[in-house]
T-cell receptor, first 117, second 113 residues
């Protein structure tokens, strides 16, 4: 299957700082990327959908000015958590979907653990 | 998108078949049934998907009832590494219909020695 990577795998930051998480599709072109958030013992919650070259579509209740998403190329999307606070501590997971029939499925990255002190 | 209902948790003995049920009584004609699993602290892993016929791959088998209102994921010989949360999701297959994967609570499968 297709490979999606995330960087960093974990990050610890101070309250008030911004953190950028990268999501890359390694062996296919991802026209659509998705960002999810997962709190302990809970399911994945979809935050936003981004299509290459256009603005992201955010799910209801997700602050677009706080979670900045950029999908500038077919292999890279970034999520920036601006002015992070302890309540933003979570497991952030991206997934990618390509154009070709075999990659119409969503493939997930390994996740990024964010801890805000 | 149609909602799914899964048991919260299940146990299975190592080496035995694990049968994970899923109800999706409001599934639409153009919606496929997808199964993903998530091992602790990892990203979800695709397992299998189907429309109305039974499907099998190297990981599992998917049995969909004739009325498509329920399905069962079968892991034929469960191992300890199959311990994970299993998610059953329905979504349109057609690319331009969006087809976001919306996760429910899933079934926590514990494979025991």
């Amino acid at each position: 299957g297709a490979v999606v990577s995330q960087h960093p795998s974990w990050v610890i930051c101070k309250s008030g700082t911004s953190v950028k998480i990268e999501c890359r599709s390694l062996d296919f072109q991802a026209t659509t990327m998705f960002w999810y958030r997962q709190f302990p013992k809970q399911s994945l919650m979809l935050m936003a959908t981004s299509n290459e070259g256009s603005k992201a579509t955010y799910e209801q209740g997700v602050e677009k000015d706080k979670f900045l998403i950029n999908h500038a190329s077919l292999t890279l999307s970034t999520l920036t958590v601006t002015s992070a606070h302890p309540e933003d501590s979570s497991f952030y997971i991206c997934s990618a979907r390509g154009l070709a029939d075999s990659y119409n499925e969503q493939f997930f990255g390994p996740g990024t653990r964010l801890t805000v002190l | 998108d149609a909602k799914t209902t899964q048991p919260t948790s299940m146990d299975c003995a190592e080496g035995r078949a694990a049968n994970l049920p899923c109800n999706h009584s409001t599934i639409s004609g153009n919606e496929y049934v997808y199964w993903y699993r998530q091992i602790h602290s990892q990203g979800p892993q695709y397992i299998i998907h189907g429309l109305k016929n039974n499907e099998t791959n190297e990981m599992a088998s998917l049995i969909i009832t004739e009325d498509r209102k329920s399905s069962t994921l079968i892991l034929p010989h469960a191992t300890l590494r199959d311990t994970a949360v299993y998610y059953c999701i329905v979504r349109p297959m057609i690319y331009n219909q969006g087809g976001k994967l919306i996760f429910g609570q899933g079934t926590e499968l514990s494979v025991k020695p």
